[in-house]
């Protein structure tokens, strides 16, 4: 089995091993049905979306999980075992649910049936490269060195 010497992934991850290198970050948005009632508001806030069943763990949230109606009464849905981004639209788009996603993941991923939505007062998703922190080879460092300059711009 191959091995990829350097990855491109979405923080969190567990930074105890490897080395992370920051790259960008891009806001998120709440993706909701479009018959939501908040679906035509040109931003919302957390506080807005706290009635709402998040279709994620809500450790990927920790603004919507720290105000969420649901976590507090004990009266949570359980989340199916998601295994794509299309997989969670369908359900938001079902009505089953709202998710909070990367602006350029919800705008790839667009829907007729579900609206994003910019959201005040959450995290951006941020990017990093990553690799194992004990591997130092000229072509990693280089590679690392060189992929900023790819990054998107604001």
Known sequence: M???DVSIIRLPVDQSGPH????????????????????GRSAVTVLDLADDHL??????????????RELRTGECDDVPALHSVEEKLELVAAGAGICVLPLSTAAFCARPDAVA???????PSRVCLV????????????????????????
């Open 131 to 154: 690799w194992v922190a004990t591997r130092r080879s000229r072509p990693i460092q280089d590679f690392a060195d060189a992929f900023p300059s790819l990054a998107p711009t604001a």
């Open 20 to 39: 992370v290198q920051p790259l960008f970050t891009e806001p998120r948005v709440a993706v909701l049905p479009i018959g939501h009632p908040l679906a």
């Open 2 to 4: 191959e091995r990829a």
């Open 55 to 68: 279709l994620q763990a809500p450790d990927a949230v920790p603004e919507w999980r720290d105000v969420a």
């Open 117 to 123: 939505v910019p959201v005040d007062g959450i995290g």
